[in-house]
């Protein structure tokens, strides 16, 4: 399965990357991969007209969009949009850091849930 992601470069710059996440047969239930450790788990409601500049993400985690839509830019000035059902690991918790904002005058809702430094 692989995840996108938001990274720090050792120069303190941002990127858009990319996990794979090996599963393996769970027989009738699906593929399924191995057991990561977990921190918190955050519900965070956004507002429709939210843009945030340049910020590291403050631990890292994973962020699910449940309902809305954001965009997000990174160092080189590349941007990508991710929605209801996505999924992003956020791990650029130091240097420059990223912009993040609502789009459609939509409010977005969204889980974060916090991990260790390795996935």
Same mark, same amino acid.
């Given at each position: ?17 990319? $996990? ?15 057991? +990561?450790? &977990? =921190?918190? #788990? ?22 699910? $969009? ?15 949009? +991710?929605? &209801? =059902?996505? #999924? ?22 969204? $889980? ?8």
């Amino acid at each position: 399965m692989i995840i996108p992601r938001i990274y720090h470069t050792k120069e303190g710059l941002s990127a858009f990357g990319e $996990i794979d996440i090996p599963l393996t047969d769970g027989g009738p239930i699906g593929m399924l991969s191995e057991k +990561y450790p &977990a =921190g918190s #788990v955050i519900f965070r409601e956004t507002p429709a007209d939210y843009d945030f500049k340049w910020h590291p993400a403050p631990a890292r985690q994973l962020l699910f $969009i449940i309902r809305g839509s954001a965009e997000f830019t990174v160092s080189n000035g590349e941007q990508r949009i +991710y929605g &209801a =059902g996505d #999924v992003l690991l956020l791990e650029d918790t130091e240097g420059q850091g990223h912009c993040s904002k609502a789009l459609n005058n939509e409010v977005r809702h969204s $889980i974060f849930v916090t991990l260790p430094e390795a996935l």
